[in-house]
């Protein structure tokens, strides 16, 4: 597998999706709301992007969203720009009645944010949530690696300090500085002030409505300092801590029916995203966007 390119797929309606289309009307009679999911492989080196903005209101514009909106978000993360077009694609959609998500097992980085951008998070136990700093996304031997950008830039922080304290030898640290290009770090920098921003204000216009934004910064450190809270990017927040930090999160019984329902549609889902080629899907009941991967 030396090279991964990808091709869109307006539409399909598949056998895949006709077994599916039944969970997705039994959790729409359950919760009373349309169900639309966004599923990004964690298997294939892809993230969230602003084209997945287009795959996403298409299939808005087919349904009636007039009850409001369940998106049923499975994904790595990826861009927070795009993060915060989805959140608004959503909200605008769904309007007064407002969208929620349900998160059948992680939902990180990225896409973290578009769960602090709703007006309700439904989990289970062992879902997970992840810090919103943005990854990098790289392919290397057939590996998909993600660096956390908040990592990048304390690392090369740390490095510069050592170099500028140390009564030493420079030589080392200099040696290991040039891996870096320090107009990169401040781009970083850049991306990680925009997510924050972003996330903070998702929040103060919804869950966190009345709180200013210092006060928002307070509750939800857990999501935006990993080496205080969670320690590494990659390490799960669960659904307690959710809810310890005031944010509107409701917690399923992983044995309950609507949960069994929910976790089933994950498994189909998860399976059509990471092992048929495919690396994103977006759909409903009744349409199926996906994006598939040629692999050369």
């Known amino acids: 597998m030396d090279k991964l390119t990808f091709q869109k797929i307006a539409e399909e309606r598949n056998q895949d999706h006709s077994t599916r289309k039944d969970l997705y009307e039994k959790i729409?009679?359950?919760?009373?709301?349309?169900?639309?999911?966004f599923f990004t492989s964690f298997v294939y080196p892809v993230s969230i992007e602003s084209s997945d903005e287009d795959m996403i209101e298409a299939v808005f514009q087919k349904i009636n969203l007039s009850k409001g909106l369940i998106l049923l978000l499975n994904?790595?993360?990826?861009?927070?720009?795009?993060?915060?077009?989805?959140?608004?694609?959503?909200?605008?959609?769904?309007?007064?009645k407002g969208y929620e998500v349900i998160v059948p097992n992680k939902a990180k980085?990225?896409?973290?944010?578009?769960?602090?951008?709703?007006d309700k998070i439904i989990m289970s136990p062992t879902s997970e949530l992840g810090s919103v700093d943005p990854q990098r996304v790289?392919?290397?031997?057939?590996?998909?690696?993600?660096?956390?950008?908040?990592?990048?830039?304390?690392?090369?922080?740390?490095?510069?300090?050592?170099?500028?304290t140390t009564q030493g030898r420079l030589e080392p640290f200099m040696q290991q500085l040039s891996f870096y290009d320090p107009?990169?770090?401040?781009?970083?920098?850049?991306?990680?002030?925009?997510?924050?921003?972003?996330?903070?204000?998702?929040?103060?216009?919804?869950?966190?409505?009345?709180?200013?934004?210092?006060?928002?910064?307070?509750?939800?450190?857990?999501?935006?300092i990993p080496e205080e809270s969670v320690k590494i990017h990659g390490r799960a927040i669960y659904a307690d801590d959710v809810k310890k930090c005031g944010l509107n999160v409701d917690i399923l019984d992983p044995k309950d029916e609507i949960w069994c329902i929910i976790y089933e549609l994950y498994t189909r889902l998860n399976g059509f995203v990471s092992f048929q080629n495919i690396v994103k899907c977006v759909e409903s009941k009744e349409y199926s966007f996906h994006a598939s991967a040629l692999l050369k």
């Open 138 to 164: 790289e392919r290397e031997e057939n590996k998909t690696r993600w660096f956390s950008i908040f990592n990048l830039i304390r690392s090369y922080e740390k490095l510069f300090k050592e170099a500028i």
């Open 75 to 96: 994904s790595p993360g990826g861009d927070a720009l795009a993060a915060e077009g989805i959140i608004n694609i959503c909200r605008t959609y769904s309007g007064t």
């Open 183 to 224: 107009r990169e770090i401040e781009e970083l920098k850049a991306v990680l002030s925009l997510s924050e921003d972003i996330t903070i204000k998702a929040l103060k216009t919804r869950m966190f409505e009345g709180f200013t934004e210092e006060q928002i910064k307070e509750k939800i450190k857990k999501f935006l």
């Open 28 to 37: 729409e009679a359950k919760l009373g709301k349309p169900v639309v999911a």
């Open 109 to 118: 980085s990225a896409a973290t944010m578009i769960c602090l951008g709703a």
